[in-house]
Structures are given as C-alpha cells and as structure tokens.
C-alpha cells in the first residue's frame, strides 16, 4: 500500500459527516454516537486521506448482523482485526483508493476512552500534534510503499502520546 500524508483539509469533517449519516441509518438503533478520530480530526497536521469513524454500539455483536447492509456501503467487512471486542470495517473508492475506516467498540469501553482521548489531547495540544505531524512526513519519506514501516515508525510515538493523553483526559474529566 502506498503510504501518503497530505496537508490537513478542511473538506474532511464533511466527508466524515456524510458517512456518519450512511452508517447510523445502517447500524440502527443499536449506535450511541459516531465520532471522528484519527488525523484527519485533528486540525493543521498532516494525514493519510483517510476517514476514520469510531462508532459506539450498545451491543457489539448486533454488529455482526449489519453485514450486508455495510457490504451495501461499500465496506469491506474486516471482523475484529487484531483489537478484540472490536468490530472493523474499510472502504476504497472506485479506483482501489483506500478512504474510510470505521472501528466499533461497545460504548464507553476502554478502547473509545483511549481513541477519543488522543484525538483530544492533540487538539488541545497543537505543539505535540505537530511533533506527530513531522514524524508521519518524515516516515511517510521514509517508506513510500511500506505501510509496515511507517505504521511501526508511529508506534513509540502514539503509545508516549496516549499515555499522556489518558492521564490529561481522565483530569479534564474530574475538573
């Protein structure tokens, strides 16, 4: 897969606004809230042209029986993918262009604490999102066409930056 980061654009929040629509009238009654996380949620950094939707679900395994109706979306049907408890899902355009993820986890779980609380940490804290903005450029150089690489070139940097977003976000919460 080739790995590209582009500067932050602002046509991102509606293209996550109209598939949060498509995908809480698929999955029903059963979503508790949709939200946007991953790069192209946090603003002036740059990102991989690609939507991810965290999706919060009373019942995570009602999801198993949304299949088609996602597979009606466009949506390859991923299952957990490697996070138990999760239910993942990915779309590419009509030319094979990767362009959204969605990721569901029971609501108010660990992993949405986790992913909402990065999202956030960043926003609240541009020099940081910076710092991770440069290092995705930099990776981004460094393989081209190794999404592997740059994914693990990512990881001391995300696990260092959620550790220090869960401990901002669990004291802005007591605040």
Known sequence: MKVEVVPHDLTWRGKFEDESK???????????????????????????????????????AKIDDCTLGMQGLGYEVMGEFGI???????KNNKTGTRTHHIHTFTARSSEVERHLAFRDYMIAHPEDAQKYSELKRKLAKQYPNDIIGYMDGKDGFIKEMEKKALVWWTLDKSE
């Open 84 to 90: 138990p408890g999760r239910r993942f899902f990915r």
């Open 22 to 60: 498509n995908v809480a009238l698929t999955l029903g009654e059963n979503v508790v809230a949709i939200h946007h996380i991953g790069s192209t949620a946090i603003p002036h950094i740059y990102a991989k042209p690609i939507i991810d939707l965290l999706v919060e679900v009373e019942n995570i």
